[in-house]
């Protein structure tokens, strides 16, 4: 991984854009609905830029850069058609320690931005880290056409019920599980009014459902794009993952990132395994080889009626 992923708050904090072409026209919108309170360095400027400092959405400098205006901003950006001035705006940025990308120049870069889909509160971002632009647009194309038009309505909802839903369920794990019910109700996708919501929030206290631990079996092979949409929903649900030393981490790799992890070395140290975890009344995917025939395994496996899935 050659980026570490973060999102930062710039919410009300100085940012300075050198550039007043298309290219900052771009960076200019993505910071000002962050919040950052932009000032942009450049002789002229796009008209949209013009139009945004009329309305004092950003402060226009009309002016060539110099180094002495780089004083008190949290973040820089590079934006003109100049590499050797770029190249100064970057240097003078690292000399006090200010985060700056200088566009289309990733050697010249503290970070980059990735590809963004926006759903109100909901952000996914996606990069490549450089490398193959056309793949991440592709990839956000493909995910803008199955996420939700909703997503943002139900995160609102879920923010406003943050306080309400800790007198309802005292746990972080009843809270979770209750969540992962109502999030994955057949409703949740059609929903467009948040009466509707409220509704199945309430229907889903009132079954008052207690939390209750499971187990699911999980056959690996070689090919990780052979498990089912199931498992993986299931995967993900886990708090708890079990796997040998010759499973695939890709596998593991695809379970909640937040569960934990455990290594067994035989089926006997599994066994006990899964009895803890049974007596915490915890969620558990184990990863066993394919075809595995062990009669220890098949006797755990049949104990409790378990959910068995396979990759092919």
């Known amino acids: 991984m050659r980026y570490f992923p973060i999102f930062i708050d710039l919410n009300n904090k100085p940012v300075l854009v050198v550039g007043g072409g298309d290219v900052a026209c771009r960076k200019v919108d993505m ?9 942009v360095i450049s002789p002229q400027v796009h008209k949209h830029l013009y139009q945004l400092a009329e309305q004092e959405l950003l402060l226009w400098v009309q002016s060539f850069y110099q180094t002495d205006m780089l004083v008190d901003y949290v ?3 590079a934006t003109t058609d100049n ?3 770029n190249h100064k705006v970057h240097l003078d940025a690292k000399a006090q320690n200010i985060l700056v990308n200088v566009v289309d120049d990733t050697p010249y870069c503290d970070f980059i931005t990735p590809s963004m889909i926006n759903r109100g509160r909901i952000q996914i971002a996606i990069s490549s880290g450089g490398a193959s632009p056309v793949l991440i647009r592709y990839l956000r194309e493909k995910l803008e056409s199955i996420l939700p038009q909703n997503l943002s309505l139900l995160a609102d909802f879920g923010a ?3 306080n309400s839903i800790k007198d309802e369920l005292g746990s972080v794990d009843e809270r979770r599980k209750f969540w992962e019910q109502f999030f994955t109700s057949p409703i949740i996708d059609k ?3 948040r009466k509707d919501l409220e509704v199945l929030y309430n229907q889903i206290l009132d079954q008052k459902s207690c939390v209750t631990g499971s187990q699911v ?3 690996y092979a070689d090919d990780v794009e052979l498990l089912s949409i199931k498992s993986l929903r299931l995967m993900q649900q886990s708090e708890l993952v079990l796997y ?5 981490f890709e596998f ?4 909640r990132r937040d569960a934990d992890r455990e290594q067994y070395n035989d089926y006997s140290q599994l066994a006990s395994l899964l009895e803890h975890a049974k007596t915490d009344r915890r969620r558990v995917s184990v990863f066993i080889p394919k075809g595995s025939h062990d009669n220890q395994l098949k006797l755990m496996r049949g104990s409790d009626n378990l959910l068995k899935i396979a990759a092919k």
């Not at 040998?244 to 695939?248: I, K």
């Open 191 to 193: 929903t467009i009014d």
């Open 160 to 162: 406003s019920k943050r």
């Open 217 to 219: 079996w999980i056959e």
């Open 75 to 77: 973040q820089v950006w």
């Open 31 to 39: 910071l000002l609905r962050a919040g950052a309170k932009v000032t």
């Open 83 to 85: 590499p050797e001035l």
């Open 244 to 248: 040998p030393r010759d499973c695939p």
């Open 252 to 255: 593991i790799d695809l379970c």
